[in-house]
């Protein structure tokens, strides 16, 4: 047996100009996010994991082609979508500098 998508073009006449699509982006934490491996150093410096659920709410709710091929940022999604309070984010004070995550390169 062989899947085939509904738009796969050997299903589909020529003058249909469909192409069949696959929709990727990858979302990752611009900051620390405080997770139990981040240990107590990193804990004050980090943000609530809430930021990259919001993040991804956003991201569901836009459409596909908008985002597609793109590699996002939880901060930068919220802010393009006019969040202004990354306050509410932080686990700790708000003078602390926060740590940047391990793989995004700011």
């Known amino acids: 047996m062989t899947f085939r998508p ?59 082609r908008k985002l597609t091929g793109r590699t996002l940022v939880d901060d930068e999604v919220l802010r393009e979508a006019g969040e202004c309070d990354f306050g509410k984010y932080r686990t700790g004070p708000a003078g602390a500098e926060l740590a940047l995550d391990l793989y995004v390169d700011r």
């Open 6 to 64: 509904r738009s796969d073009p050997a299903r589909l006449p020529p003058e249909a100009g469909l192409r069949p699509a696959i929709e990727v982006l990858s979302c990752c934490p611009g900051l620390a996010i405080d997770e139990s491996e981040v240990g107590e150093e990193l804990l004050s410096r980090s943000r609530k994991p809430s930021i990259v659920a919001d993040a991804a709410a956003v991201i569901l709710g836009a459409p596909a």
